[in-house]
């Protein structure tokens, strides 16, 4: 697994609200055997308001998609399908999300 990638999901009854994670995790703990990842939704499903600096925004296929930090969960390694695209070049924004949600700066 890869830090910093949207994967698809393969489960697809999550798949049906959920096509995209981001997969927040170190590398350091794959042996773990599960993921914490980030549901990534399509900006238009949204019903609530985006802010910035916790929901980073990104494109997939020309859609605008959004990350939604305050829904982060674990999910089985295995559950987890290709990768669509790598954000490691912004891992910053991604650390700066996650530093948002947890200590609210």
């Known amino acids: 697994m890869s830090q910093h990638h949207i994967h698809v999901l ?3 009854t999550l798949a049906a609200d959920i096509p995209f994670v981001l997969d927040i995790q170190s590398r350091l703990l794959s042996a773990l055997g599960t ?3 980030a549901p ?4 238009r499903r949204l019903a609530s ?5 916790l929901n980073p925004c990104i ?3 020309g859609v605008e998609h959004v990350v939604v930090m305050q829904q982060l969960f674990a999910i089985d390694s295995h559950a ?3 990768s669509v695209l ?11 999300a996650l530093d948002t949600l ?3 700066v």
């Open 35 to 37: 993921r914490v990842v």
């Open 102 to 104: 947890i200590s609210g």
């Open 40 to 43: 990534v939704l399509d900006r």
């Open 10 to 12: 393969l489960d697809e």
């Open 59 to 61: 494109w997939i296929d």
């Open 80 to 82: 987890l399908g290709r």
């Open 86 to 96: 790598d954000l490691g070049a912004q891992s910053h924004t991604i650390v700066a």
């Open 49 to 53: 308001a985006v802010v910035q600096r």
